[in-house]
């Protein structure tokens, strides 16, 4: 089984503790301690990723469960996790993989060039790194994307965007596409069921939107009495139609009861339905849901015409109306990349 391999980012302390730089968390680390996401340990006065070279067995994912509905609709895309996570989410639902302190039986051992070879052997058009956070994991992820655009394979993130601002430029520079969980709109949120902060995510949203050009859409788990009133999905999507524009897709996403949070009850239908309206009347202009059968919130509009161009049926396409990227009944442009060239 692979593992360590020498980690970036992070500077020694006077105390002699190591600080890891790779998150807003900057975990202080003595001799032998590993930091909270598991993934990066202090050993021999450096730092480390533990886990290098360790997934989840690789598999195929239609693009659309990432979710990512502007991005090569109908294609394929390889996916793993990896093993540690920066956050600390009570409603996790990957959370014996993000929180497991013992990896084996959990993962296996894949080089770059193996998840290449995987991905082109299954007639994948991208390969996503999802499930849970990439971020801990960016030097084994960092090699995988470098392997993935000699190949010509689209790369993927799935990530809750929690990273420091160096480190995120290197990392998203690789990447054609992310999905960005932004889990609530209020600190406390983040705080209390997160062990995180809100601000950073924000700043990488802002950053991806600003200076990167990869293709972006956000995920919002609504979770009841956490993160459902209105005025906070009001408020959220006003921010994000005037500082990453109404064109990002936002999925609303239903939760279902998990980790800590087991006995919270499910989001009820009628709440993601009102967020859903909301959204579109804040402006924005493609606007889903998830985790539910919903085929209003399953459809991509042209927003100039208003007919269907997209139809799924959960992650499958059932109708497909474009012509390129244009809608094939009055030909606006839809944003998005809809061709793996
Ligand atoms: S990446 Fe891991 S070790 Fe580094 S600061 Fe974040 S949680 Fe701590």
């Given at each position: ?298 459809r991509?509009r042209c927003?100039h015409c208003h007919r269907t161009v ?11 109306r ?5 809608c094939g009944y009055c030909?606006e ?9």
């Amino acid at each position: 089984m692979s593992g360590l391999y020498p980690a970036r980012y992070w500077h020694q302390l006077p105390s002699g503790k190591l600080q890891c730089d790779l998150c807003p968390r900057g975990c202080k680390l003595a001799e032998g301690v590993k930091g909270f996401c598991q993934a990066r340990q202090a050993k021999d006065g450096a730092m480390w990723l533990t886990t290098f070279g360790l997934s989840t067995p690789p598999r195929l994912d239609p693009i659309e469960k990432k979710p990512l509905h502007h991005f090569l609709p109908g294609s394929q895309v390889l996916s793993f996790g990896h093993p540690g996570c920066n956050l600390g989410c009570k409603f996790c639902q990957n959370w014996s993989l993000s929180k497991a302190e013992e990896f084996s039986g959990l993962v296996e051992s894949h080089s770059p060039q193996d998840i290449v070879r995987l991905a082109q052997s299954k007639g994948a058009a991208s390969v996503a790194m999802t499930y849970n956070d990439p971020v801990p994991n960016l030097e084994f992820g960092a090699e995988v994307a470098a392997a993935c655009q000699q190949a010509g394979l689209k790369v993927v993130l799935v990530t809750a965007g929690y990273i420091n601002p160096e480190a995120r430029a290197e990392y998203f520079a690789q990447v054609d596409a992310a999905n960005i969980d932004l889990k609530a709109f209020h600190d406390a949120f983040y705080k209390k069921l997160c062990k995180g902060r809100l601000q950073p995510v924000l700043d990488t949203l802002c950053f991806v939107r600003n200076f990167t050009t990869l293709w972006l859409e956000l995920t919002h788990l609504l979770i009841t009495g956490w993160n459902d009133d209105p005025k906070e999905t009001k408020a959220m999507c006003d921010w994000i139609v005037e500082n990453l524009g109404p064109d990002t897709p936002l999925h609303l996403s239903a939760f279902h009861p998990a980790y800590k949070m087991a006995e919270a009850p499910p989001t009820p239908f009628s709440t993601l339905r009102r967020a859903f309206d909301i959204a579109q009347e804040a402006g924005l202009r493609f606007v889903y849901t998830g985790n539910v059968h919903d085929p209003e919130g399953d459809r991509t509009r042209c927003p100039h015409c208003h007919r269907t161009v997209i139809q799924r049926d959960w992650y499958r396409i059932v109708d497909y109306r474009l012509k390129g990227s244009a809608c094939g009944y009055c030909g606006e442009k839809i944003p998005g990349c809809f061709s793996a060239a």
